[in-house]
């Protein structure tokens, strides 16, 4: 066995060869980036990362049908630990950006916080695997799945088994938080939303449908958000189905914000557009929900 171990834009990158054999290691990655890394092969974390990136990713893939796995580490940006960026956000600074890769995947266990834009960013790519992070304090959305005008829409994401929480942005128009979905064909499916979204404007959610169609979000946990579950006036085949969405938003604003309308489900999309089935909630617009407990595949 032979083992080279170097600097690439001051992360510490590790590829280890096994001579004589056919195991060959996927890069390894830890320590400061000061500029965005780029990911073409599998790509693992070996210990935490610290993004000093300014007005760019931390993370993009640059190449299809591979995987980034945080294997229990942390990705951490530029936003205040507490505060974040206090509602306002920073153009570029994802943390990690598919970039239009088909085929690619991010994985944990592992944490992305504190990143002064979105935390993942799923854009213009097909078949993307967003699974078991953790993604808080980051400064508009969690997770993002999005079109581009030069990368084309986002099919078929996948975004499941994962935890967001206090993600968000209080710009005007801007309305964003847990998991946020502008793409087609994606599942969002057994993930934990809480704590996402400003007061002011009350436009965040736990888990929102901006446009797309053909969208299906179930057996999602969603509490605490300044809105639960988000419909927006383009989505279109949605299925809303064995969600439980209930204390939207927290009790805390209920008393400071009386102003506040924030509900379980809010539904913005045409009549007949979103399908919804057996979602444990208490308060709706345009919605649908059922009382007793959330029934299991």
């Keep these: 066995m032979k083992q080279w171990t170097w600097k690439v834009a001051m992360a510490t990158l590790t590829v280890t ?31 935490n990362v610290t993004c000093d990136v300014g007005s760019s990713p931390c993370f993009s893939f640059g190449a299809p ?14 936003a205040d630990p507490v505060t974040a960026c206090g509602g306002a956000t920073f153009p570029a600074e994802q943390g990690i950006i598919t970039n239009g890769a088909d085929n690619v995947s991010v994985r944990g266990p592992g944490v992305l916080q504190r990143f002064r834009r979105h935390g993942v960013v799923v854009i213009g790519s097909t078949n993307a695997r967003v699974v078991d992070l953790t993604v808080s304090t980051n400064c508009a959305a969690g997770i993002i ?63 929102g449908v901006h446009t797309g169609t053909g969208n299906v979000v179930e057996l999602n946990t969603v509490s605490g958000n300044t809105n639960g579950v988000f419909l927006g006036a383009g989505a279109r085949e949605t299925v809303v189905r064995e969600n439980t969405v209930i204390g939207n938003p927290a009790i805390q604003v209920g008393i400071t914000h009386p102003d506040v309308l924030g509900v379980d489900i809010l539904n913005l999309a045409p009549a007949g ?19 007793g407990r959330r029934q299991q595949d």
């Design 145 to 207: 799945v999005v079109g581009d005008i030069v990368l084309g829409d986002s099919f078929g994401t996948i975004v499941e088994n994962n935890i967001a929480v206090r993600n968000g942005s209080a710009a005007p128009g801007f309305g964003c938080g847990g998991i946020c979905i502008l793409g087609h064909n994606s599942r969002v499916r057994l993930n934990e939303t809480h704590g996402n979204g400003y007061s002011v404007p009350a436009d965040d959610f736990g888990i």
């Design 273 to 291: 557009e979103t399908k919804f089935e057996r979602n444990l909630c208490a308060t709706t617009v345009n919605a649908s929900c059922v009382p």
């Design 17 to 47: 060869a096994f001579f004589g054999s056919t195991a060959w290691a996927a890069d390894r990655v830890s320590g400061v980036i000061t500029r965005t890394y780029v990911i073409v092969e599998d790509t693992d974390l070996i210990g």
């Design 65 to 78: 049908d591979v995987e980034l796995r945080l294997n229990g580490f942390t990705i951490t940006g530029k």
